[in-house]
Every structure is written in structure tokens, then in C-alpha cells.
């Protein structure tokens, strides 16, 4: 037969903490089998133990107060066990991401030989593009969509490519999270546009020029020393920054396999 014992003999057999129970009890989630009218005591069921067990398990796996309601209150064991693997796979994915960054973090500290930067002449290129006012927030799920429908287009109507896949991308989408972008295919042949898919030529531009390897995920670092060599030189000119994909999404989904070459505009008065 269950008997019923003070908050403080409850803390001391569920392993939760006497201000961590009352917060319980505010918040719906363990509620005391029994409250002295007069002096405003609380009082648990040895019953409640169980379910404090698992109250505790959750919350250390950093299950938010509500899921935990929500397990608590699942009509079946499925609905449950489906409630708690959602959480796992949120927590998985989150671990996914602080290993990621924690790699960033130490190949700061030990970063890898840069690739040398170069100048070069980019000649007027016929392409078909994608060209939008971007959210800097939206624009990676952007990119990706531009490429696939560049590429679908390229292929449906027997373009022959002439260069990697590239991107146009102005001050506004760094300075104010929000601006112009272009994606582009070079490719030769007859062009007819069709959905967002348009012909352009981008134009020529004389860029300083890095190549980034692996993920976008640290690009940062390979514009920040593109960017020091460029302020170094003192021969940057306004115009919108250029990416051109050697190899990316469209070759693998394997982002450590990526190619990227970022071109800054510049003044250059000698080849």
C-alpha cells in the first residue's frame, strides 16, 4: 500500500531537488498527492516514485517540461516511444552539429596550408541563371534549388556546359542580410528560358581568386584571407563577389568533396 511522505523525504528518494519538484508542481508536471490545507506542506505518494524516475531521465537528456507532459500523458506505449525518439533524433542532430563545430574550432587553431591566390581576366561567359532577391538565411536551400533547376534545364534542352556552375553575389546580401543573387550555368547552344531559368551573359571581371576545399560550412575563413590579401594590395573595386563550384552539389552530396573558387572584383591595370 502506498504511504505518503514529505516533499523532503520525496526529493531525497527521487534524486530531484526540493526547488526542483516544487517547479514541477507549478508547471502541471509532478503534482503532489496531497497539500496540508493549514500549513501548505506537500506531500508525495510512494506510487509517484516511478514516474519521477522518469521525469528525471528526460529532463537529463534536456527533454523540454512540455514533451515531457506530453510523454507522460501518451494514451499508448507507441505514441510514447515515438515522442522520445523524436527528442533522441533532435539530440543526435545537435550532437552532429557541435562536432562539426568543434572540428571547425580546432582546425583554426591548426589551420591548413592556404591555397596560393591568384589574379585572373574572366571573360564575358554565356550562361542561363537563376537570378532573386535572397534572405542571407534562405540562401543556402536557394543555391541548392537554383543548381538542380539549372542543371535539369541544361540537360532537357541539350546545352552543352562551358565551365563550372557559378554564382553572382552583391554587397546587400553581406552588408543587410538580404540582396541580389544569380546563379548561372555557362553553356552554349539555344536557349530557351523557361520557369525562372532565363539567358545572360554574365560579365567579364578581373578577380582576386582562393579556392576553398570541403564544406561551406567554414568558407568564412577562405573570404576572410581572400579579403586580407585584397585590403593588403588596396586593389578592390565595388562589384558582387563571385563563386565558381569545380566540384559541388551538383557532382556529390559529399560536402568534404567540395571545390569552391571565390573571386573578389579588382583593379588590375597589367595581365
Known sequence: M????????FSRASHLTVKTLRHYHDAGLL????????????YYSTDQLPVAQVIR???NLRMPVADVKAV??????DARNRLIADHLDRLESELAETRAAVSELRDLLQPPAPHPIEHRTVPPTPAIAIEDTVDRDDLYAWWQGAIGELTATARAQGLHQTGPVGGLYADELFHDGRGPATVYLPCEGTIKPIGRVVATTIPQAELAVARHDGSPRDIDRTYGELAAHVVRHEIGVAGPLREHYLR??????????????IGWPIFRTHA
Open 2 to 9: 502506498a504511504s505518503l511522505v514529505t516533499i523532503g523525504d
Open 31 to 42: 503534482e503532489p498527492s496531497d497539500i496540508d490545507p493549514q500549513t501548505g506542506y506537500r
Open 57 to 59: 531521465r528526460l529532463r
Open 72 to 77: 507522460l500523458a501518451a494514451a499508448d506505449a
Open 248 to 261: 559541388g552539389i551538383a557532382e556529390t552530396a559529399d560536402a568534404a568533396e567540395w571545390q569552391t573558387e
